[in-house]
């Protein structure tokens, strides 16, 4: 797999516009889409929801199907326990919410929640038509165990078998169609105690926007990021064998797709081309070494491939990310190709010049402006 991800959350393209960078992304190599269409489509199940410029469904078929000409595999995304903001802040949703004051994520043990999901997981099906994949979100779901009765599972269990518990509930439409779920990985490697309880059939999305080759600390879910010799014990338990693999000299920053693959875990590792930190002008250099490091570790055997993310809250048009995007098409060509390779490439082939002041000015203008500075602009 090797996908790109359309993100429609608070930014919605016109129809000439995403079959444009379509076309572009099969050029460069993409095989996959993944279409996180939240309130970008005229939905019938949560009605309230729609933005005023939801494409209508006939509108995102023809984008479907010039999807599928171009050569490029659909998959749908659908937030089934957390970022449900754009669902929660319509009053007549808020008896399925988990926590009132956030109104972002599902109450994973109320049934309308659940069947209110599998309703619009069947919509989904009905729009995208025949599908290998349904990615079901389950990110960042940081209300987990906040209502009185998911606190009581929670302490009587753990809060890693209420998540679960929950996404085997969510896939069971899916699965009946002979589709492979999908789910970010954060979730069951923050709480990962009941994690040989998920089906099995699940395909894993390992997402971590900052690690590269050569970045000094690692990122543990639930702690953050620790010098190699601070992780607790706890981490070192879980993660020791697979962070310090043996016959590797230092630590491996991307461990955690080796500890999901010994769980019997297909897993996709995903990279980002616009996230926190990101200016509106360019990714931030360190976004830079991730999609590298990512994209060429994705050619590994034992996965399955990577996904591209993009983020449009960070307001960065897919021209000015077109720096991580086209790796994809240099690692093609050349697998085992450094960082500074592939800046000459992109300066000679794709800006059709040789002069690396290019990637000077990038670097200057994707550092944010110390904060100093920025008042006395005027921002």
Not at 102 to 107: A, P, V, W
Not at 328 to 341: D, H, Q, Y
Request: net charge negative.
């Amino acid at each position: 797999m090797k996908a790109f991800h359309i993100d429609m959350n608070g930014l919605l393209y016109q129809k000439d516009y995403l079959k444009q960078w379509l076309t572009k992304l099969a050029a460069d190599g993409y095989d996959t889409i993944l279409w996180e269409l939240e309130n970008g489509v005229q939905w019938d199940t949560c009605p309230e929801s729609n933005d005023s410029d939801a494409l209508s469904k006939k509108d995102f078929k023809e984008i479907l199907q010039h999807t599928k000409e171009c050569g490029l595999e659909s998959i749908p995304l659908l937030q089934t326990i957390g970022h449900a903001e754009y669902v929660f802040k319509n009053k007549e949703y808020l008896h399925l919410v988990e926590n009132v004051a956030e109104f972002r994520q599902y109450c994973p043990l109320n049934p309308e929640a659940l069947s209110f999901l599998h309703t619009w997981i069947h919509e989904y099906l009905d729009l995208f038509g025949p599908l290998r994949y349904f990615h079901i979100g389950a990110d960042e779901a940081y209300d987990l165990g906040y209502c009185p009765k998911c606190q009581k599972k929670s302490q009587e269990k753990s809060l890693s078998e209420l998540y679960i518990d929950h996404i085997n509930a969510v896939i069971t439409p899916i699965l009946k169609k002979n589709i492979t779920p999908i789910i970010w990985g954060d979730m069951i490697l923050h709480h990962h105690e009941a994690l040989g309880k998920l089906d099995k059939r699940i395909l894993i999305y390992d997402w971590i926007y900052k690690v590269n080759n050569e970045f000094p600390t690692v990122h543990i879910w639930g702690d953050g990021w620790l010098e190699p010799n601070k992780i607790n014990e706890r981490a070192k338990k879980t993660f020791g064998n697979y962070l310090f693999p043996k016959g590797k000299k230092g630590f491996d920053p991307f461990y955690t797709s080796a500890f999901l693959i010994i769980f019997e875990f297909k897993t996709v590792i995903c990279p980002a081309s616009s996230c926190f930190g990101d200016t509106v002008f360019a990714p931030g250099w360190f976004h830079l070494a991730n999609c590298f490091d990512f994209i060429q570790k994705s050619q590994e055997s034992h996965l399955a491939g990577f996904t591209l993310t993009s983020w449009t809250v960070h307001l960065l048009p897919w021209e000015l990310q077109n720096i991580c995007i086209a790796m994809n098409k240099f690692l093609t060509i050349s697998p085992k190709g450094t960082f500074a390779e592939y800046q000459t490439w992109y300066s000679e082939n794709i800006l059709g010049c040789s002069n690396n002041q290019f990637w000077k000015a990038v670097e200057l203008i994707s550092a944010p402006l110390p904060l100093a500075l920025t008042r006395d602009i005027g921002h």
